[in-house]
């Protein structure tokens, strides 16, 4: 995949875009690079007041990540390794000082819903949908910061119902539960982020700045290592199994064996 990540910035705004539409926006290593690399610079500028996120082609925020890596993992210290680099990246977006805003058509599964998940506030449109069905498609795990973030977003409820029965959830599901701030159609999406914008800018940046840090602070300074846990997922046969049936587009279930 050749996708890119964008940057523009408008004022006191700050738009970033994922663009590879060919494969639904789903994220490469460069990408994920360059969103870390991103999330640094608007960190590093006190004149920015607001971040959104968004995908380009109108069919999906982010539909997962590249796994064509993962055919050549042979031990779980591998797993360990890119877990560890998923959360340098997903930090930088997470330690973000000003108001951050994920705008989402179709699509947000795997990376999407972690980096939705990361973001202040949610808007969608009705076609939207959640998910993180990896225990249906590759059988690996996420690291203790990325279940922090996504349950901590969406609920633990909700977040069992994505990994554990690996259920692609709706925006009007979400909007119940407060993950998302609005639904909007199509035709009203620009106007409607304009205005959140617009508000999140005339906030008190040291409030901002200072709220943000304090959640992240409780959400992340205890979290407990499990890399353990980790390193028996990715070095399992079943992972290999996932992995293999996956590239192979097989479009089952594989069988799992537990081992």
Not at 127 to 138: K, L, N, V
């Amino acid at each position: 995949m050749t996708g890119q990540v964008l940057l523009e910035r408008r004022g006191m705004e700050a738009h970033v875009r994922f663009s590879n539409p060919a494969a639904h926006n789903a994220l490469d290593s460069g990408m994920w690079n360059r969103l870390r690399d991103i999330a640094l610079e608007i960190a590093a500028d006190p004149g920015i007041r607001v971040v959104t996120f968004r995908g380009d082609g109108g069919k999906a925020f982010v539909s997962g990540t590249d796994i064509t890596k993962f055919a050549d993992y042979e031990t779980g210290e591998q797993g360990v390794e890119y877990e560890r680099w998923i959360d340098e990246c997903m930090g930088a977006v997470d330690a973000i000082p000003c108001t951050t805003i994920a705008v989402v058509e179709g699509w947000a599964i795997g990376g999407g819903i972690n980096i939705s998940s990361a973001c202040d506030f949610r808007i969608a449109t009705p076609d939207a949908r959640f998910g993180s069905p990896i225990g249906r498609t590759i059988g690996n795990c996420l690291s203790a910061a990325s279940i922090a973030r996504i349950g901590g977003a969406v609920g633990v409820q909700l977040a069992k119902r994505m990994v554990l029965l690996g259920e692609i959830l709706t925006a009007e599901q979400l909007l119940a539960s407060n993950f998302l701030i609005k639904i909007v159609e199509r035709g009203d999406l620009d106007a409607e982020v304009a205005a959140l914008c617009t508000r999140a800018t005339q906030n008190a940046p040291l409030t901002t700045r200072a709220t943000k840090e304090a959640i992240r602070r409780m959400t992340y300074d205890a979290l407990p290592n499990v890399e353990d846990l980790i390193a028996q997922v990715y070095g399992s046969a079943d992972f290999r199994r996932g992995v293999a049936d996956f590239l192979a587009r097989t479009k089952q279930v594989p069988e799992w064996s537990g081992r």
